[in-house]
């Protein structure tokens, strides 16, 4: 090799360099810009949400989240009941989606033989595909009238009965409400959770569960005590996004709550959430403070979601320190 | 006129209007319940006279905000504005067609027309008060009927809207109760019942709840095939709906000593009359800035009033009668434009 190429490889290769640089420099400015941008829009929305509550806020005050009124005659306006509501209907489709969610996923890692885990699998994932809107009509013109004629009658005559948790069932039935929203919350939640609790489960190595079942575990205790310790981070991550999608589902709820602004002690009555309420009145809202109040109950919302995610994270924070140490 | 001069007219017409009478579109956004009828009227208009209509049905409370934004050539309400805000915001607004509402109920063997309620009745069963299909109250207006104890559904609007102003207009005109626990508006605190969003939402509620009950534009409940009841009205008649009886409504309002047109036509007087009917209104403002375009607007409507009538009807709307006609478009007079000139000179172009 001459001097003379040398000296030219490596001036070529200096160039490349320099070239390089340049386009590394104008994609650093380009994602730098596109991550400012995401923090501009939520900046953008915190504060056209907070100057747009602003006259709902200074009308009623504290009061406002702790007030059941919903009067739009008299220009009272309370946001509890929808707060009660997103709350409950999320609340129940948690009690009932992560159990069903759990089991499945623990069937199709642990013990469904091999040709049917792939089926099953997909047709889980399918549930996720359905628009939410299909979920609302199957609830009100399906699964709504069905519960009223044949699960909400026996409900409320036995479990109605009980002293105390009666008053959580009284009737009478009406199929619609905020047990029914609850459920088809869980079916709605129940692909997401399960999705990422299968994930989840099929990282644990197959030397640790070869390991307990060699000592002589039984299935469950390998599940318990080998499964769920090594996956616990995944599985709050999952059931934590199946909270965020219960609390903001906005069609599918408002075709089975009820939309009715009251807070009942029966889960059997009809209710209302944050986003059914602005969904079924925004259009129509006459009146700056109705609107304003309307956008209130948006950031509460926006509110109530930040809480549920900060938790989540503090959460898996404790888990992975725990975890670790 | 000579069709020589017409035609010369019309040249110069085209000159002096050149652009304006080619870009003929007007704007209006407001009121659901109007919207098959504007649509209907705007496709045969624009057939005939090449002017297109683009009406947005985003709901009377945005039909009011728009027009005070002045956004759109003319704002439509299911509520009638009251004059002095009329006043304050500088608009003006005439209604163009009548509708009527019935309501609809669920049970078992009852068949559209079997059932009859009255005012009183309604307002019980839509404050609480009456809680079976059972209860006496509704057995008394229904001698010979099996009614069942089935408890009842009932169901209202859950989105804001005209027909509940309607409706809620209707209940305090008839129950003192209903006036001061709950009032009228297009949205009220409801007592009871389950919500459902838009006609639809209430018509799909009502008839798949057993035992349920709720009010529906009388279109809403002939389309869907829906049990409508008969109502007693004011003189004390059952009656069952049509349009004749919504038309009955209309021909005892007395529009031109109402100012503002702030006339309310449920509850009406008459023996044929049915008692919830209302009327759908258009706002405009009284100040133009672009005369041409208030004129088409108004063009457009004075043609729906003079030839839209069949086509009302067969959608089940109410036509104006040519006497109210006449008295809205005398109303029209206070829409000037920059110079303080009527837009409207009485004379479609």
Redesign the interface.
């Known amino acids: 090799m001459t001097a003379e190429t040398v000296e030219a490889a490596a001036s070529r290769a200096d160039r490349q360099g320099r070239a390089g640089a340049v386009g590394d420099g104008i994609f650093r400015a380009l994602t730098f810009f596109f991550a400012l941008l995401v923090l501009l829009i939520l900046g953008g929305v915190i504060i056209s949400l907070i100057a747009g509550a602003w006259p709902a806020f200074r009308a009623f005050g504290p009061a406002f989240v702790i007030s059941e009124?919903?009067?739009?005659?008299?220009g009272k306006f309370g946001a509890l009941a929808p707060i009660y509501g997103t709350l409950v209907t999320s609340a129940i489709a948690m009690l009932i989606g992560i159990p069903v969610a759990f089991g499945v996923a623990v069937f199709i890692t642990e013990i469904s033989p091999v040709w049917l885990k792939r089926p099953l699998a997909t047709m889980i994932e399918l549930l996720a595909a359905i628009p939410s809107i299909i979920y609302g009509i199957w609830g009100?013109?399906v699964f709504?009238?069905f519960v009223?004629?044949y699960i909400q009658p026996g409900i409320i005559d036995t479990l109605g009965n009980i002293p105390g948790i009666g008053a959580l069932f009284a009737?009478?039935?009406?199929?619609?409400g905020v047990l029914t929203a609850g459920f088809i919350l869980a079916i709605m939640v129940l692909p997401f959770i399960s999705a990422i609790m299968r994930d989840v489960f099929e990282t644990v190595p197959p030397m640790l569960k070869e390991s307990a079942y060699g000592l002589g575990a039984t299935r469950s205790e390998v599940v318990w005590q080998v499964v769920l310790p090594f996956t616990r981070v995944g599985v709050v991550g999952g059931v934590m996004l199946g909270l965020g999608r219960a609390l903001g589902e906005t069609m599918a709820v408002?075709?089975v709550i009820?939309?009715?602004?009251r807070i009942s002690a029966s889960i059997l009555q009809?209710g209302?959430t944050i986003s059914?309420s602005l969904?079924?009145?925004f259009?129509?809202?006459?009146g700056d403070l109705y609107r304003s109040s309307l956008i209130a109950l948006g950031f509460i919302l926006f509110v109530i979601t930040f809480i549920v995610l900060a938790i989540a994270k503090v959460m898996l924070l404790r888990l992975q320190k725990q975890a670790g140490g | 006129m000579k069709a020589y001069s017409t035609l010369l007219l019309s040249v110069a017409a085209a000159v002096a209007f050149g652009l304006a009478a080619q870009a003929a579109e007007i704007s209006g956004a407001g009121a659901t319940f109007p919207y098959p009828i504007y649509a209907k009227w705007a496709a045969a208009y624009a057939q005939k006279t090449g002017t297109r209509l683009n009406y947005q049905s985003?709901?009377?409370?945005?039909g009011?905000a728009q027009i005070n934004a002045r956004t759109v050539d003319f704002g439509a309400s299911d509520m009638p504005l009251k004059p002095d805000v009329l006043e304050k915001d500088g608009l003006t607004q005439f209604p163009p067609v009548i509708g009527g509402e019935v309501m609809v109920v669920n049970l078992p063997g009852i068949k559209p027309g079997q059932m009859t309620l009255d005012g009183p009745t309604i307002a019980n069963i839509y404050l609480g008060k009456i809680?079976k299909w059972d209860d006496p109250a509704i057995a008394k207006l229904n001698p010979g009927l099996k009614l069942p104890s089935t408890?009842i559904?009932v169901v209202h609007r859950?989105?804001?809207?005209g027909t509940t102003f309607i409706f809620t207009d209707y209940l305090s005109k008839v129950s003192p109760d209903w006036m001061s626990q709950?009032?009228?508006?297009?949205?009220?605190?409801?007592p009871?019942?389950?919500?459902?969003?838009g006609n639809e939402?209430v018509s799909?509620?009502a008839s798949?709840?057993?035992g349920g009950i709720g009010y529906v534009e009388y279109a809403y409940a002939l389309q869907n095939k829906l049990t409508h009841t008969k109502l007693i009205n004011s003189a004390g008649n059952a009656l069952e709906p049509s349009i004749a009886v919504f038309q009955a409504a209309a021909a005892n309002a007395d529009w031109k000593s109402a100012p503002g047109f702030y006339l309310i036509l449920t509850n009406q007087p008459g023996k044929n009359t049915w008692p919830i009917t209302g009327a759908t209104f258009i706002l405009m403002h009284k100040k133009q800035d672009n005369p041409e375009k208030a004129k088409q607007v108004l063009e457009f409507f004075d043609w729906a009033y003079k030839n839209g009538a069949p086509m009302a009807r067969s959608l089940d709307y109410v036509p104006m009668p040519p006497n109210a006609v006449a008295i809205f478009e005398d109303s029209w007079k206070q829409i000037v434009g920059p110079d303080g000139k009527p837009v409207w000179d009485g004379h479609s172009s």
């Open positions: 009124v919903w009067n739009p005659v008299t009100l013109f709504a009238p009223q004629q009737g009478p039935p009406l199929g619609i408002t075709f009820g939309n009715a602004h009809p209302t059914a969904a079924n009145e259009t129509e809202a006459f | 985003i709901g009377s409370g945005g009011i809680t408890a559904a859950s989105d804001g809207s709950v009032g009228e508006g297009t949205s009220v605190e409801w009871v019942g389950l919500g459902g969003k939402g799909a509620i798949r709840t057993l």
